[in-house]
């Protein structure tokens, strides 16, 4: 009797559970229904008529918030369809599996970065040529006319179905050093523009705190934050161009460390050795062994004045932050021989880590629906709206000042972006794709350049010795 009274106590919690989730709704002044932030969104009336339109997305550092708002304008303009928002934090991880089984799949899925080519190649993703072609509504520019140059060639790739545009992009990346605005007032630190103000900067920081707040907090164990300064520096030194040029892996001189590209490299790897070795003391102690979470507490607790980062780290991190701390970005400082324009003024880069992005399987049941919802979020309406709830621009010629309420880091981010030559690095040449030609031969190499365990310069002669003796083995075997 016992255990029948227990199974239908839990059942009634079970019910009850239930129930209130199923009653978790706000309906806007049009009519819009939202269910449990998202679970279903509809309008008001539409319900059984609607068509359901399924978006998995990377629940992390923004949020979902932003994409909540923007179903809820997209329902209320295209009220014959229902949207329905899958968040998981580890989708990148995921998709592949997902886009093999061509099970319940979503009608578009939002991963962070991941290789979204592989799927491509396996005939797993919808070419959306049309998609680019189309004009959002009420604008009189395609969405490949709005979208930056850059990102418009990342998402085209040939496959055995032909060359097409796979996928989308979803967040523009702004990479910089954070620094604590209230402290800097505080202390009268200015910001510098070259890496010798940089370097002066960082002793002064040490000086008048006596060495209890470091310079730098950094993630060591995360290597990728260090390309955000070693590729700006290498495109400072180099110059765009060229930059560009290393990645068409045209011939093993592209590391010959004497000549640019390659000696764009050895420069911004020198740099990165001059503010990150452990012997100069600028960084936290034992921030080698930290992730990026754990690094980025010690920056806000105050611990560190900087750390290196890019435009999501307010957000990311704005429930550990007190309300009174206040963040700005800087732009990464110039090294003294980094190329200058006919005016002599240093030339602005931003480099834009490799790009979270945006697809629709080819197995998806709503294909005409994911492809009118993305073309629908490229409005400039849209795109203003994003920025406003993530603090985060997208890819896409719109103009930000209309926006208001802006955090300081979020309006030094624009206009980082806003002034800058903006680039990330990816190749289509066979050599790379093939796993040969490599950004860094050996992997990176900013761990063993931190610990002393290598030099810049030995580092790049490796590097050059091994592409040379091995590069027409790799041209034949990618060919």
């Known amino acids: 009797m016992k255990k029948l009274v227990l199974i239908f106590l839990l059942m009634f919690l079970f019910s009850a559970l239930v129930s209130c989730k199923d009653t978790t709704e706000v309906v806007n002044e049009n009519g819009v229904i939202v269910l449990n932030n998202g679970d ?45 928002l899958d968040g998981d934090p580890q989708l990148a991880s995921s998709l592949a599996t997902k886009l093999e089984s061509g099970r319940n799949l979503s009608d578009i899925f939002f991963p962070l970065n991941s290789p979204w080519e592989t799927y491509a190649y396996k005939g797993w ?5 049309d998609l680019y072609e189309m004009i959002p509504d ?133 740099e990165v050795v001059r503010f990150y070795s452990m012997d100069k003391g600028y960084c936290i102690s034992g921030s080698m062994s930290k992730d990026h979470i754990t690094s980025q507490m010690d920056f806000i607790n105050s611990k560190a004045a900087m750390i290196l980062n890019a435009n999501w780290l307010e957000t990311e991190m704005k429930d550990s932050m007190d309300e009174d701390f206040v963040m700005g970005m800087m732009r990464i400082p110039y090294l003294s021989n980094a190329k200058k324009d006919e005016n002599g003024e240093f030339i602005k880069v931003n480099y834009v880590a490799p790009p979270d992005y945006i697809v629709i399987p080819k197995g998806a049941s709503n294909i005409e629906g994911a492809k009118k919802f993305l073309n629908f979020m490229n409005t400039d309406e849209m795109l203003l709206l994003y920025t406003k709830y993530t603090g985060s ?28 030559n903006n680039y990330f690095d990816f190749s289509r040449a066979k050599i790379y794709q093939n796993g040969y030609g490599t950004k860094y031969i050996g992997g990176q190499p900013y761990s063993a350049l931190i610990r002393g365990d290598n030099t810049p310069e030995r580092f790049c002669e490796i590097e050059f010795f091994e592409a040379e003796d091995n590069w027409s083995t790799w041209q034949a075997r990618s060919n």
């Open 125 to 129: 993703l919808e070419p959306l040529d």
């Open 393 to 420: 621009p997208r890819p896409f010629d719109y103009d930000t000042n209309s926006l208001t309420d802006l955090s300081k880091f979020t309006m030094d981010c624009l206009k980082i972006r806003e002034e800058s």
């Open 40 to 84: 279903k969104i509809y309008k008001e009336g539409y319900l059984d008529s609607a068509t359901t339109l399924k978006i998995s997305f990377t629940e992390a550092g923004f949020g979902r918030n932003w994409l909540v708002q923007i179903a809820t304008q997209f329902v209320d303009k295209y009220p014959e369809y229902m949207v329905v």
């Open 138 to 270: 009420g604008e009189n520019k395609t969405n490949a006319e709005k979208m930056d140059e850059v990102y418009r060639e990342y998402s085209k790739l040939s496959t055995a179905d032909g060359t097409h545009y796979y996928c989308m992009p979803w967040n523009d990346t702004i990479t910089g050093i954070c620094y604590n605005y209230n402290m800097f007032q505080e202390y009268g630190w200015n910001l510098p523009t070259t890496t010798d103000e940089l370097e002066t900067l960082c002793q002064k920081i040490l000086s008048d705190t006596n060495g209890k707040i470091k310079p730098f907090a950094y993630p060591g164990k995360i290597g990728g934050y260090f390309d955000f300064l070693g590729s700006t520096w290498w495109m400072q030194a180099s110059g765009v161009d060229e930059y560009k040029k290393f990645f068409d892996f045209e011939s093993y001189d592209i590391y010959n460390s004497e000549i640019d590209p390659g000696r764009g490299k050895l420069l911004a790897l020198k």
